[in-house]
């Protein structure tokens, strides 16, 4: 029972070079999210998916883009990374707002941008 | 817009007692909440999932209450032991079609043997 998983779990990037992050989840589900986690900002929302083909902004989503070609796979893209990019990463999923359940967290990315 | 707050930041206690985290939000109008824990660099592991026609949730030693129309949620950890040790993260659910959860900063907790 996989759940989400993510990978790389770590990386290491220079200033402006390029990355994807892969998150996928084994359980069906509809939607996807993409957080990531600073220091004393808590969890923040970057972009979200509400199904296969689509997806939308979240809090902080500058810098980054997104695809959700299949419905178990949601990538997160830096084009040209920047050290306030440092952070962790979390993906997470959920069934669709009807059902009202809970989310499942992927186990994160650290990303550090030097 | 939906801000969560948890009150302490940062909670030590000695092992075998009974403790309980606040988390309080501005809008009342929201579909669930979650509880999480979080262990030091790994990811989140959800405890409770409170709807909000609920008042409470319980597994094991955790208790999760909630009263919407104040805006607040307790999680009450009985007889606590030194592997409850974490952060505790509280995230609400406003609903609507896009499902997205607010955060609050957490809660740390030391359970000392």
């Known amino acids: 029972n996989a759940g989400v998983t993510q990978t790389p779990k770590f990386r290491v990037l220079k200033t402006g070079q390029s990355m994807t992050l892969l998150c996928a989840q084994d359980?069906?589900?509809?939607?996807m999210y993409w957080y990531r986690q600073d220091p004393g900002m808590g969890l923040r929302l970057i972009h979200y998916?509400?199904?296969?083909?689509?997806?939308a902004k979240g809090e902080v989503p500058d810098g980054y883009n997104v695809s959700r070609l299949k419905k178990q796979n949601f990538l997160l893209g830096l084009e040209s990374a920047a050290p306030s990019q440092t952070s962790v990463y979390f993906c997470?999923?959920?069934?669709?707002?009807?059902?009202?359940?809970?989310?499942?967290f992927g186990s994160g990315t650290r990303l550090t941008v030097v | 817009k939906q801000e969560v707050t948890q009150i302490p930041a940062a909670l030590s206690v000695p092992e075998g007692e009974n403790l309980v985290l606040n988390c309080s939000f501005t809008d009342s109008a929201i579909y669930n909440l979650q509880w999480f824990r979080q262990d030091p660099g790994k990811g989140l592991t959800s405890l409770l999932l409170i709807q909000s026609s609920q008042r409470e949730q319980t597994s094991g030693r955790l208790n999760a209450s909630l009263d919407k129309s104040s805006g607040r949620s307790t999680l009450y950890i009985a007889a606590s032991q030194p592997g409850d040790s974490a952060t505790y993260l509280c995230?609400?659910?406003?609903?609507?079609?896009?499902?997205?959860?607010?955060f609050g900063k957490g809660t740390l907790l030391t359970v000392n043997p």
């Open positions: 997470a999923s959920s069934y669709s707002h009807i059902r009202r359940t809970g989310y499942t």
């Open positions: 998916s509400v199904g296969e083909g689509t997806t």
């Open positions: 359980m069906n589900h509809e939607y």
């Open positions: 995230a609400v659910n406003s609903g609507g079609s896009n499902y997205k959860l607010t």
